[in-house]
């Protein structure tokens, strides 16, 4: 499947949840926000939606003194 990751085009082989990609990217969830289709996901729910063909995914990662997009 095809989804967008911060505005880049990404394939997906196998199934993936929320948190199944953070971890595919190394990234520690409790210091992330993600929207997905626009719509912003509950830190709550990130092993519990599935990622979608077409989805788009934006992910926010917070650094000490601010945040920043993430490119992939």
């Not at 626009?38 to 788009?56: C, F, H, M, R, T």
């Amino acid at each position: 499947m095809n989804i967008k990751v911060n505005g880049e085009s990404l394939e997906i082989l196998d199934p993936l949840t929320i948190d199944g990609l953070l971890k595919r990217f190394n990234l520690d969830g409790t210091r992330v926000a993600i929207e997905r289709n626009l719509e912003i996901v509950p830190k709550s729910n990130y092993s519990e939606i599935n990622i979608a063909d077409g989805d788009q995914i934006e992910i926010v990662h917070f650094i000490g003194g601010g945040n920043t997009n993430l490119k992939f």
